[in-house]
């Protein structure tokens, strides 16, 4: 799927039931997410992961974030009760409307549409702490090699990445990338809807979006940063053993539990990465 096409589901996606786009919970689905709730795991979240990054011992500087695939502002709302200025980025419309409307931070959280393969509205050095979630799977191969190159682009030195990226299935091992699933067909629910329409643009509009997913082998990922100026300073797969054994210490509210322990062996393995450039 190309950027337009990618764009153009994901717009879809944000009128139809953007929160649980986000975030699908199965018991979710249908716009069942209420909003505070839906706004309260980004805080734990991103409690978390600071936490966690505080463990670390580094001198993170709290200056700058970027929240790339920002959707609603799930977490730049939340990266900015630790940063003096947060940039949320989606390529949906819908998305950036709704995260424009849920914003409680004024100027100090800003989101940005864009519509390129790239960062470009941000300059060399930009960051001090990049975080995606949820994410670059999304999109082809060729496109997340893009935006990881425009990651370490923008990111200030000694500043910290952290995303997450769906890797290989346990049997794949003969290509570099992966399709993760073929596109899922979704909103099953609004079908009876578009029988009922009387104009085929109204028939367009309902048209269900597809959520593709695809990954990168995880050594094929760290190859590429290295190459690009970044260093690895943690990866980790993503399954609730691993997650809960490194991050779990720090999770007061049982947000862990809740999101990965329904899943405990996944089909396609994904993977944690914080990076920084020296």
Same mark, same amino acid.
């Given at each position: 799927?190309?950027?337009? @096409?990618?764009?153009?589901?994901?717009? +879809?996606?944000?009128?139809?039931?953007p929160l649980w786009?986000?975030?699908?919970?199965?018991d979710k689905k249908g716009n069942k997410w209420q909003i505070e709730e839906f706004f309260a795991t980004g805080m734990q979240e991103i409690n978390i992961m600071m936490n966690f990054i505080k463990s670390l011992d580094r001198a993170v500087q709290f200056r700058r974030a970027l929240d790339f695939g920002c959707g609603i502002g799930r977490l730049s709302q939340s990266l900015a009760h630790y940063f003096e200025e947060v940039h949320g980025i989606d390529i949906a419309p @819908?998305?950036?409307?709704?995260?424009? +409307?849920?914003n409680r931070y004024s100027d100090k959280c800003i989101y940005h549409l864009n519509e390129k393969d790239n960062l470009s509205v941000f300059s060399n050095n930009s960051f001090d702490f990049i975080y995606s979630n949820i994410t670059l799977h999304h999109m082809e191969p060729k496109y997340i090699k893009k935006y990881l190159r425009e990651f370490v682009r923008v990111l200030e030195y000694k500043g910290l990445l952290v995303f997450h990226l769906l890797g290989e299935k346990p049997s794949e091992k003969k290509s570099e990338f992966s399709i993760v699933h073929p596109a899922i067909k979704l909103f099953a629910y609004f079908k009876e809807k578009i029988k009922n329409l009387s104009t085929k643009k109204e028939q367009v509009m309902l048209e269900e979006p597809t959520m593709e997913a695809y990954g990168i082998r995880q050594e094929k990922v760290i190859e590429f940063l290295n190459i690009l100026g970044g260093k690895i300073l943690f990866s980790i797969?993503?399954?609730?053993q691993s997650i809960n054994e490194v991050f779990g210490k720090f999770d007061e509210?049982?947000?862990?539990?809740?999101?990965?322990s329904s899943d405990?062996?996944?089909?396609?393995?994904?993977?944690?990465y914080i990076v920084t450039k020296s």
């Open positions: 799927m190309d950027l337009k @096409s990618l764009q153009k589901n994901w717009d +879809k996606f944000g009128e139809m039931d786009s986000i975030l699908t919970m199965p @819908s998305m950036i409307r709704l995260a424009r +409307k849920y797969e993503s399954n609730y509210w049982g947000y862990i539990e809740q999101v990965f405990p062996e996944p089909e396609w393995k994904g993977y944690w």
